[in-house]
């Protein structure tokens, strides 16, 4: 934390629960709460030009292009003062972590934590499989699923030894009720602050 600017990262493969705790650790903190696939859902629901542009790659299950991403986040901190943003989602690439570093230098704040959810492959594809049943996210089928681990796997994984590097990096059990990973995020997180 930096002149009341704070920022946290929560980062895992699709279905690790980023959007669940993130919606309960912005409120426990007080941050808001910025998640990109969120946003680019919201563009497709109202039609947008990026809306239509993203459908078709969120659809395949590969990233949304790096400068589009990162001028939408721009966009959302620019509002902001200071900055106290809980990332859901973002960054996604070595591009876009080093564009967030250099956004975050200019407001003279910094990232403070990454936070990983770890959370076996079995068990990530029971709940997205599970919600693709209740919510029929577009892209929660199961090739698209299969994209989606991989794409994580070679694009966004490496960003966790970037971030273990600089000492941010607080991994937690993702596995147990929603309730029960919330704890342990806090607890990690209280760890780490002292
Ligand atoms: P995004 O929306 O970020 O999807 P994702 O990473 O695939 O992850 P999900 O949202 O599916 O899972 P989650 O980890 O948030 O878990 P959740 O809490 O929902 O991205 C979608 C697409 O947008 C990308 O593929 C890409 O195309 C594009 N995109 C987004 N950001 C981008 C970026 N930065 N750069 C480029 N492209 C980008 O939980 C999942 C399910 O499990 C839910 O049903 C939930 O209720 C359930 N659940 C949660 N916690 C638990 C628990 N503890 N126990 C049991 N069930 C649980
Ligand atoms: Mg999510």
Sequence with gaps: MRGGHEVVLLMGPPGAGKGTQANLLAAER?????????????????GTELGARA???????????????????RAELDELEPIRVLLDGFPRTPVQAAALDELLDGYGAKVDAAIELVVDEAEL???????????????????????R???????TRPLLDYYGEQRKLVS?????????????VVAALGEEAA
């Design 30 to 46: 007080g941050l808001v709460q910025l998640s990109t696939g969120a946003m680019l859902r919201d563009h497709v629901k109202r």
């Design 55 to 73: 459908k078709a790659i969120m659809d395949e299950g590969t990233l949304v292009p790096d400068d589009i991403i990162i001028g939408m986040v």
């Design 125 to 147: 594809v029971r709940r997205l499989v599970g919600r693709a049943e209740q919510e029929g996210r577009s892209d929660d089928n199961e090739e698209t699923i299969r994209k």
């Design 149 to 155: 681990m991989q794409v994580y796997l070679e694009q």
């Design 172 to 184: 937690v059990d993702g596995v147990g009720t929603a309730q029960e990973v919330f704890q342990r």
